[in-house]
C-alpha cells in the first residue's frame, strides 16, 4: 500500500483527480492497485469521488473535506489529454457562460476527442452527461473556432438575447478569446446550412469583429 500512497503523491496534487485506468506502477498487477487503493480509501488517505475516480483529499474546516468540482473532474477526464487539449463544453451550459441564456442546464454536453461513439449519455456523481465525438479532431488551436460555431449553429433556438444585444455579445467574447472570421471559415462545411443563416442574421460573417468599438 506504501508503493501507490507514494505513486499517488509523487504525481498528484491535493484535490486533483485522478483515475485508476492511468494508474501504472511496474511489479503491480491492476487487481493488486484496485486491492491497494481500497485500503487507502477505506483509511481516507485517499477519496473516491466516483466509479474509478480518486483524489488526495485537501484539509478542510468542514468535516467531509473538500473535493473536486465536477467542473475539474470533466476537464480531466474529457477536455485534456495529460496537458493536451481534447475537448470542450458546448450545449446549453456554454450559452449560460456566455450570458446568452439564464437558464441553468440540468446536464453537461462534452465534445472530445475521447469520445467512442457520435452520442453517448452517461453519469458522473449523479450528473447527466452528453457526450459527443467532434466534427474534425479537437486541439488547443481549433477548440475556441469549433466550441464558437456549435453554439452559434444553435443560437436561434437557446439564446434570449437577439438582434444588437446579441450581436455585441458574441463580437465582445470573439475579442476576448481573440478569435477572427479566418478562424472560423475552414470549419463552415463541416455544419448545416443553418450555421450560415445565423451567422448572416447575427452579422458575424460580415464583421471583422476584433475592430469592432
Known amino acids: 500500500m506504501s508503493n501507490l500512497y507514494q505513486y499517488i503523491t509523487e504525481n498528484y496534487k491535493e484535490n486533483e483527480p485522478f483515475f485508476l485506468s492511468d494508474i501504472q506502477i511496474e511489479g503491480m498487477t491492476g487487481n493488486n492497485i484496485r486491492q491497494q487503493l481500497k485500503k487507502l480509501t477505506d483509511s481516507e488517505k485517499v477519496k473516491r469521488f466516483d466509479k474509478g475516480i480518486y483524489y488526495l483529499p485537501q484539509p478542510s474546516i468542514f468535516k467531509s473535506g473538500a473535493r473536486p468540482t465536477l467542473e475539474r473532474v ?19 451550459l456554454f450559452f449560460n457562460q456566455l450570458g446568452l441564456t439564464t437558464q441553468v442546464p440540468m446536464q453537461y454536453e462534452i465534445v472530445t476527442n475521447k469520445a467512442t461513439n457520435e452520442y453517448r449519455e452517461t453519469f458522473l456523481a449523479k450528473s447527466r452527461i452528453i457526450i459527443r465525438k467532434p466534427k474534425v479532431p479537437v486541439t488547443e488551436e481549433n477548440y475556441m473556432a469549433l466550441q ?28 476576448k478569446v481573440g478569435l477572427r472570421i479566418s478562424d472560423l471559415e475552414s470549419y463552415f462545411p463541416y455544419y448545416p446550412d443553418k450555421l450560415y ?3 448572416v442574421e447575427t452579422r458575424v460573417i460580415y464583421n471583422d469583429v476584433l475592430t469592432q468599438e
Open 148 to 175: 464558437f460555431l456549435d453554439m452559434l449553429k444553435d443560437v436561434d433556438v437557446y439564446s434570449e438575447m437577439s438582434g444588437i444585444a446579441l450581436q455585441k455579445r458574441l463580437y465582445q467574447y470573439m475579442r
Open 74 to 92: 470533466l476537464e480531466y477526464k474529457y477536455l485534456c489529454d495529460k496537458s493536451n487539449r481534447c475537448g470542450y463544453i458546448s450545449g446549453l
Open 197 to 199: 443563416k445565423n451567422l
